[in-house]
């Protein structure tokens, strides 16, 4: 196998685990976001519902890239400007950091509307029993309306983890050592950019097939009391 | 912040927004275009129609745009066979690669949209038909599509946000769309939130039109579904 990439398999593979890290840790991010963005807009107050409302719109309407080189160039300003009334030196922004806060932040708003419809879904009745039990709205959220909404978000939230995992392609743009940057690296070297591109795009078609079988036990998993 | 920037730089921004609207416009309509025979095809139940349009499909749909356009762009240039052709006129023009990129992502997009509404036909519409004594292509051109694309408005005006947002990959292929655009003001005067935010602004207000104008459509064309 080596031999056919010249020696770059490792290389790309490297990338490959980046890319898996930062995909994983702004979904983490995401879920944090989405599930606020979606209680404060069920549950919230005036204020809280128009922040997250605003919140949404503004991910809608802008693209991810304008977003991130948004964050990573303006974040660079910002923590210096912070940094300088401080004393400190001066601070590079790691564009590992800059890229997972712009997908997380991106894919909050996704996940957000998610949980909104999936927590919408959720029968009253069960709800209104926690009450009657004497649950606090905390308790009823956490016993009853977020196990029992879980089965209706997976769908949309498997599709929000697709398109998340081809967003980080765009990390590369902002030179994260990504698996795009390390196969034009590659490619670049030893002039063969089509193979290593390919050979990138199969890795990202792995990464959703393995998804995809994911998604299937999840479904069958936390549909077992569906009838 | 200093919005004289912007100010003295509209003129580019404006060309950048031109150039932008060129690309979405031409890669919708190529992208339509194709995606009709093609949703056609991934419905059909001969498996010599459906099974390579349903491969073209998920490797579309699977792998980062930002693979495909790099593919197109910079893979194709190791091949010298067609570096010596005729068609090296268009593989080594960024603009081209970015309009052939885009426009067969989304007439994947596009097609898997149209498969869903076609194979959602009400039986009873395409019996109808068939005991109206019309062959298979007049049921597609009279019946079929025109209900399937109709129902498809609301699900076709996501995709065209989607495509709107993705055209500033051109930004990354060297080209000055609106992204490309706002990059070259960040890198001439470092005024990264200046330049992404009006980008940005930019993009916002071109979304919130396309949704208006599919609001309108879907007024008009889905009349009859309204309750």
């Known amino acids: 196998m080596n031999e056919i990439f010249g020696g770059y398999l490792p290389m790309i593979l490297k990338g490959m685990i980046i890319t898996i890290e930062v995909a994983l840790l702004s979904l983490v991010l995401s879920l944090f976001l989405g599930i606020l963005a979606a209680s404060a807009r069920l549950y919230g107050g005036a204020i809280s519902r128009i922040i997250a409302t605003s919140y949404t719109t503004i991910i809608r309407g802008i693209p991810d890239l304008v977003l991130m080189m948004l964050i990573f160039f303006g974040g660079q300003i910002l923590i210096n400007n912070i940094g300088d009334k401080f004393g400190s030196d001066y601070i590079d922004i790691d564009p590992m950091i800059a890229g997972i806060i712009t997908i997380g932040f991106i894919f909050g708003a996704y996940m957000g509307e998610t949980f909104r419809g999936a927590i919408m879904a959720v029968n009253k009745g069960q709800i209104e029993a926690g009450h009657a039990y004497g649950m606090t709205g905390l308790q009823v959220f956490i016993h009853i309306t977020f196990p029992a909404m879980i089965r209706h978000a997976i769908p949309g939230f498997f599709n929000n983890w697709l398109v998340l995992v081809k967003t980080t392609a765009l990390v590369s743009v902002i030179g994260l050592e990504d698996m795009v940057y390390s196969a034009k690296v590659a490619g670049d070297t030893l002039r063969q950019p089509f193979t290593f591109y390919v050979l990138v795009g199969f890795l990202f078609l792995l990464i959703t097939a393995v998804s995809d079988l994911a998604m299937r036990w999840f479904e069958r998993k936390y549909n077992v009391g569906d009838h | ?227």
């Open chain 2, 1 to 227: 912040m200093d919005f004289s920037i912007i100010i003295d730089n509209l003129p580019l921004l404006f060309k950048g927004l031109g150039l932008t609207l060129q690309l979405l416009a031409i890669s919708l309509v190529i992208g339509f275009i194709l995606s009709i025979p093609l949703s056609i095809m991934a419905a059909s139940i001969n498996p010599w129609l459906r099974i390579p349009v349903k491969t073209f499909i998920y490797i579309f749909r699977g792998t980062p745009l930002l693979i495909q356009i790099f593919i197109i762009y910079y893979g194709f240039s190791q091949f010298d066979w067609l570096r010596e052709s005729i068609f090296w006129v268009i593989f080594k023009q960024a603009y081209w690669c970015a309009v052939i990129a885009f426009s067969l992502n989304t007439a994947a997009y596009t097609a898997e949209i149209f498969r869903g509404a076609i194979l959602q036909t009400q039986k009873g519409e395409i019996e109808a038909a068939e005991a109206c004594g019309m062959s298979r292509f007049d049921q597609y051109r009279h019946i079929i599509l025109p209900s399937a694309l109709r129902r498809s408005i609301p699900m076709y005006g996501n995709e065209v946000i989607f495509m709107l947002h993705a055209t500033v990959l051109a930004g990354v292929i060297t080209l000055v769309d609106l992204f490309g655009a706002a990059k070259i003001i960040n890198s001439r005067h470092y005024a990264p939130f200046e330049s992404f935010i009006s980008a940005g602004l930019f993009y916002l207000v071109i979304t919130f039109t396309i949704v208006f104008i599919f609001k309108l459509a879907e007024n008009h064309f889905l009349k009859h579904l309204k309750r």
